[in-house]
């Protein structure tokens, strides 16, 4: 039977009751966990039936479709009336005074379970898995899509339960979880230095491929004597300037073939021209060797070849 919205029917618990937050009872340990006050008339219908225990129900709000699941810590509320920890209600959508259905349930215990922070300040924590360790001492279960609060050191960190094995709702009372964590929701992965350096290395290929480079014998020619050329040499390009080599080499052995007849041209016009020592030394004319004049014989001393004279006068 179903009386005035919030009376019993079937075999079951299941019940429809006004909901309000923890602050109007004034309890705020129970904003720390997932559990829920109820009138004394709950209790006496759980129990006359032959329900699982630990007490786990689940929250609907049917306007808007959202449910999530909690336990139950005290029977004392007003008749018609639950008391709720304020985030239990956002994750709802629910406002003071809205209807709630409340139903009986049994939940698997849970094996897995991954969490997300909302911000990157509780990473910043010295050791948050002991925090959250103590945090899930309070509550009973767990649903996937909901947002539980942690309170440490008077600051709020909002998480959210974005995957639990093995269903959508598991009870975590006495059972051996295991807890991993997704990066928070505001967290940015740091820029890689190595991406950059990559980006850079085709601009300074660039740049050096289109700095010029040494291009030699590219320059004007000057002549000693001051007198203007008779023709303009051509520019040489950078393509060029390995042919200019290979031909400058190969020239060498032509070039010192006629450097002599060149010189002895440009010397009989008296011009000064640099790198001609060696055909000089060549040219020049020998000075003709001075003959030494012969040398006359001395005569050798001869014994007895003076004049004689006589004693008598």
Same mark, same amino acid.
């Given at each position: 039977?179903?009386?005035?919205?919030?009376?019993? =029917?079937?075999?079951?618990?299941?019940?429809?009751?006004? !909901?309000?937050?923890? $602050?109007?009872?004034?309890?705020? =340990?129970?904003?720390?966990?997932?559990?829920?006050i109820?009138?004394?008339?709950?209790?006496?219908?759980?129990?006359? #039936? *032959?329900? /699982?225990?630990?007490?786990l129900?689940? #929250?609907?709000?049917?306007?808007?479709?959202?449910?999530? *699941? !909690?336990?139950?810590?005290?029977?004392?509320?007003?008749?018609?009336?639950i008391?709720?920890?304020?985030?239990?209600?956002?994750?709802?959508?629910?406002?003071?005074?809205?209807?709630?259905?409340?139903?009986?349930?049994?939940?698997p215990?849970?094996?897995?379970?991954?969490?997300?922070? =909302?911000?990157?300040?509780?990473?910043?924590?010295?050791?948050?898995?002991?925090?959250?360790?103590?945090? #899930?001492?309070?509550?009973? !279960?767990?649903?996937?899509?909901d947002?539980?609060?942690?309170? +440490?050191?008077?600051?709020? +960190?909002?998480?959210d339960?974005?995957?639990?094995?093995?269903? %959508?709702?598991?009870?975590?009372?006495?059972?051996? !979880?295991?807890?991993?964590?997704?990066?928070?929701?505001?967290?940015?992965?740091?820029?890689?230095?190595?991406?950059?350096?990559?980006?850079?290395?085709?601009?300074?290929?660039?740049?050096?491929?289109?700095?010029?480079?040494? %291009?030699?014998?590219?320059?004007?020619?000057?002549?000693?004597?001051?007198?203007?050329?008779? +023709?303009?040499?051509?520019?040489?390009? $950078?393509?060029?300037?390995? /042919?200019?080599?290979?031909?400058?080499?190969?020239?060498?052995?032509?070039? $010192?073939?006629?450097?002599?007849?060149?010189?002895?041209?440009?010397?009989?016009?008296? @011009? #000064?021209?640099?790198?001609?020592?060696?055909?000089?030394?060549?040219?020049?004319? @020998?000075?003709?060797?001075?003959?030494?004049?012969?040398? @006359?014989?001395?005569?050798?001393?001869?014994?007895?070849?003076?004049?004689? +004279?006589?004693?008598?006068?």
């Open positions: 039977m179903f009386f005035d919205g919030y009376g019993y =029917h079937g075999t079951s618990f299941e019940q429809t009751y006004r !909901c309000y937050p923890a $602050s109007f009872i004034d309890k705020p =340990h129970l904003e720390n966990g997932d559990k829920i109820m009138p004394p008339s709950a209790l006496d219908r759980l129990a006359s #039936l *032959h329900i /699982d225990y630990p007490m129900f689940e #929250l609907s709000n049917a306007a808007t479709e959202r449910v999530s *699941h !909690c336990g139950v810590l005290e029977f004392i509320a007003e008749e018609g009336m008391y709720m920890p304020y985030w239990m209600m956002e994750n709802l959508l629910l406002q003071e005074g809205d209807i709630v259905r409340v139903k009986n349930v049994t939940l215990k849970g094996k897995y379970v991954k969490l997300q922070p =909302h911000t990157k300040d509780f990473l910043d924590i010295s050791n948050p898995k002991a925090i959250l360790e103590t945090t #899930l001492r309070n509550f009973s !279960c767990l649903t996937t899509g947002s539980i609060m942690v309170a +440490y050191n008077n600051k709020k +960190y909002y998480i339960i974005i995957e639990s094995k093995p269903s %959508n709702a598991i009870s975590i009372i006495e059972t051996d !979880c295991e807890v991993d964590f997704a990066p928070p929701l505001d967290y940015k992965e740091p820029e890689r230095p190595v991406s950059s350096l990559k980006n850079k290395a085709p601009a300074e290929e660039a740049e050096a491929e289109a700095e010029p480079k040494f %291009n030699p014998f590219t320059g004007a020619g000057r002549r000693l004597d001051g007198k203007p050329l008779k +023709y303009d040499p051509p520019p040489v390009s $950078s393509s060029s300037s390995k /042919d200019i080599r290979a031909d400058v080499a190969n020239n060498t052995a032509k070039s $010192s073939a006629g450097s002599s007849s060149q010189n002895t041209s440009r010397q009989s016009q008296g @011009k #000064l021209v640099f790198g001609s020592n060696a055909n000089r030394n060549q040219e020049t004319p @020998k000075e003709p060797t001075k003959k030494e004049p012969e040398k @006359k014989e001395e005569p050798k001393f001869q014994a007895f070849t003076g004049k004689k +004279y006589s004693l008598r006068g």
